[in-house]
């Protein structure tokens, strides 16, 4: 197991292109690690999004896919079925996960597919710069909601663990955060608990990651961070929502 200063083996040396105080280096750190720990890198296969992570293949050592837009489920999916051995996961963002790929990502949990999603909820479009999302908050100000998210004209945040926490295919879900150290160390924990999850065999698993975007919310990494904590946990709680690990294995 890597101490946490080393890199991981499932994580490349290529140099990030993602913006200072960005916090997907640190999630991909984090499922490295994972990967590392259980010792499956040449098992796995990774599904690249669209979206900032649409170059996650530059990163991850084992086998990535790319895929279209909000298709990162369907594609897993099939994946799994094919080599049915393999360690699956999908790497997205809000906009790919929650907007284009909502029916792909409910029915690939609905079916229990045996694979795990990690979900990176920033609560805005990062790639594109900086529009609305399906997590943005109420009031939030981004380039399309220049006065603030109008709960009236666009609807209400998808609060994406609670919604398929509901559903019988789910065994595990769970949001964390990585605005600290010991937050950190607990979405590690539950990323590796996910990937195990598949291992045995038990249904889709799902872990949301709290994210920033400094850029595109017009603030410093520090400053980022802060408001996470202020306004992102209390809208979007951490916790597990649905543990089913417990019971058997699926068909």
């Known amino acids: 197991m890597t101490t946490v200063y080393e890199r991981p083996r499932a994580l490349t040396p290529a140099q990030t292109h993602y913006c200072p105080g960005c916090t997907h280096g640190i999630v991909h ?7 590392d720990a ?23 050592a084992c086998d990535m896919v790319e895929a279209a837009h909000g298709r990162a489920p369907a594609v897993a999916s099939g994946i799994k079925r094919a080599l049915p051995d393999s360690v699956v996961f999908t790497y997205q963002g809000d906009g790919d996960l929650a907007a284009i790929g909502t029916a792909e990502t409910v029915h690939a949990a609905a079916r229990g597919e045996n694979v795990t999603v990690i979900f990176i909820n920033n609560g805005i479009y990062g790639m594109t710069g900086g529009q609305m999302a399906p997590t943005t908050l109420p009031g939030m100000v981004t380039q399309t909601t220049p006065r603030g998210r109008d709960v009236a004209d666009a609807g209400f945040p998808i609060r ?23 937050n950190i160390k607990k979405a590690r ?20 990651v709290l994210s920033t975007c400094p850029t595109n919310w ?32 699926r068909p």
Do not use: H
């Open 29 to 35: 750190k984090l499922v490295a690690q994972a990967i």
């Open 189 to 208: 924990a539950a990323i590796q608990k996910a990937f195990t999850c598949q291992m045995e065999k038990k249904g889709f698993s799902i872990v949301e």
């Open 160 to 182: 994406v663990c609670e919604l398929l926490s509901t559903l019988d295919g789910v065994a595990y879900a769970e949001r964390v955060s990585v605005d600290s150290v010991p």
């Open 218 to 249: 017009g603030l410093t990494p520090v400053e980022a961070m802060q408001w996470l904590r202020d306004n992102m946990v209390p809208y979007y709680p951490t916790g597990v929502y649905v543990d089913r690990t417990e019971k058997g294995v």
């Open 38 to 60: 259980l010792g499956v890198e040449g098992r796995t296969v990774g599904i690249c999004p669209v979206g900032c992570a649409v170059m996650a293949y530059d990163y991850f």
